[in-house]
C-alpha cells in the first residue's frame, strides 16, 4: 500500500477536530502533535516564542522532612514481629531471661565471612549434641560519626546474625531467633531456640 500526501485542507480539518478533543487521561503528558513537518509558520511561531521561566524558590517541594534512607522498621520490631514457632510458655520465660542458654558464642570482632563460618559450624554442634537454647553475641556494633551519603547500618554482625540463621544450612535445624534478654546481652545478643534433632 502506497502513502498519499495528507493535503493541506485535509490536515486544517484534522486539526480542527483534534482541538476539540477531550484527553481520555488529562493528568498524562500530551503526546507530540503531530509525525507531520510542521508547517513553516509554526516553526517561526516556536522560534520567536521566548521560553518564561516559572518563579520558584529553593526546596519549594520539599515536606520538611529529611529523606529517610531507611524504609524497614528497626532490627528490634522486625525481630518482635516474627511469629513464635516454639511452646509459647518457654518464648515467655525466654523472653523475661529465665531460661538459661546451654552454650554461647560470641563474634566480637570477627569479620563478616569468618563469623558466618564460625555460627555455621557453631550451630550445627550444638544441633547434633541436642542442646536446645544457645546464645550468639553479636555487639551492638560500633557507632560512627561519618553521616556520608551512604547509610551504613550500626553494628553488621547484629543485622547479618538473624538473616543466617533463617538461610539454608541453618534454617533446618533454627526453630526460633529472638533478642536476648538484658541480662545475657540485651540487644546485642540473640537466643537461638534450636528444633529436636531426628532418630
Known sequence: MSRRKVRPDELA??????DTADPIHPDRPAP??????PTSREVREARSAPKA???????????????A???????????????VMMD??????LRRGKTRPEARIDLHGMTVD???GVLTGFILRAHSQGKRLVLVI??????????????????VLRHNVPHWLQIPPLAQVVMQVSEAHGRHGGGGAYYVYLRRPRG
Open 32 to 37: 507530540a502533535k503531530s509525525l507531520l513537518k
Open 88 to 93: 509459647k510458655r518457654a518464648h515467655a520465660n
Open 138 to 155: 553479636t555487639g551492638k556494633g560500633k557507632r560512627t560519626d561519618d553521616d556520608g551519603p551512604i547509610p551504613v547500618r550500626q553494628g
Open 69 to 83: 534512607h531507611d524504609v524497614l522498621p528497626g532490627l528490634t520490631d522486625r525481630m518482635k514481629a516474627l511469629p
Open 114 to 116: 569468618r563469623a558466618h
Open 53 to 67: 521561566i516559572e518563579a520558584f524558590e529553593i526546596g519549594q517541594k520539599v515536606n520538611g522532612h529529611a529523606p
Open 13 to 18: 480539518l484534522w486539526r480542527k477536530v483534534a
